[in-house]
């Protein structure tokens, strides 16, 4: 064994080892550049990119008037705005088997991570839920195009049109401006590595939101866990010209 080894050193000649320790060094400046390209393009990639259903549902349309318990309020007047970041990995657990294989998002839930559950335009002093804006406008189901451009960040066409007629027509004028103005705001958020924060806590991840996004303050983003350590939501809230803002005044 130990012949062996010697006799293979002696074959390296002084210039048989100078090429290898070459070869070696570009190799892992090689590696270190690839490493470096291909962390970029994974960052970039992330809320643009996911896999899109072949085909959407037949119908998505939302009509409040066929819900139970879903009431109309034209006459709050919009304060500030709220968005509604969920959990896919947390709420695609909540679903039973069957519903969970129907969801496009939670049969691909290794692709979606902290996804847009809506824009709620707020009242300033709701004394209850129902003293927020609601159910302003009624449109028609909105067209594949249009769902597809935003499916990424709002992985379900059913939720974008019922968010889009519950909450966004109280405050935009179209479904690709109030999709438009949540897009913006989901691209400026830096999201943390969720997925890698083992026996995460709501102040763990507030901090993590903190800390990678140096605008943001602790009043502004609200965190709800399901028990015990499962993050839920994620709420940021913004004024009425978009700036970040207290979400408790
Ligand atoms: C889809 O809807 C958007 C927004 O309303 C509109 O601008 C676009 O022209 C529509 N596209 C088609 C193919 O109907
Ligand atoms: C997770 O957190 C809980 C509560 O802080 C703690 O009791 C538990 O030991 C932790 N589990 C792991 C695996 O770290």
Redesign the pocket.
């Known amino acids: 064994m130990e012949r062996q080894l010697l006799g293979t050193y002696e074959c390296l000649n002084h210039k048989g080892l100078q090429l290898i320790v070459d070869a070696f060094f570009t190799a892992v400046i090689c590696f270190l550049a690839l490493m470096t390209i291909w962390s970029r393009v994974n960052a970039a990639a992330i809320p643009n990119s996911c896999p899109l259903p072949p085909q959407l549902k037949a119908k998505y349309d939302f009509n409040w008037k066929l819900k139970n318990g879903e009431k109309q309020n034209l006459i709050a007047k919009v304060a500030y705005l709220k968005l509604v970041l969920s959990w896919s990995p947390t709420y695609c657990e909540s679903l039973s088997a069957a519903n969970r294989n129907k969801q496009f998002q939670c049969r691909n839930s290794d692709s979606f991570g902290l996804i847009v559950h809506g824009l709620w335009p707020q009242a300033a002093k709701p004394a209850s839920i129902d003293d927020h804006p609601r159910n302003c406008q009624d449109d028609k189901q ?5 769902v597809k451009r935003f499916y990424c960040m709002m992985p379900d066409e059913y939720l974008m049109q019922a968010e889009w007629e519950k909450h966004g027509s109280c405050h935009y004028a ?3 401006d109030y999709l438009t103005t949540i897009e913006n705001f989901y691209r400026s958020l830096n999201i943390p590595n969720i997925r890698s924060m083992k026996n995460s806590t709501q102040a763990k991840i507030r901090s993590a939101f903190l800390q990678s996004n140096p605008k943001l303050f602790s009043s502004a983003i609200q965190i709800s866990m399901n028990p015990p350590n499962r993050l839920k939501e994620v709420k940021i809230c913004y004024d009425l010209k978009n700036q970040l803002k207290n979400c408790n005044s």
Do not use: E, I
């Open positions: 909105l067209n594949a195009t249009l179209t479904a690709n």
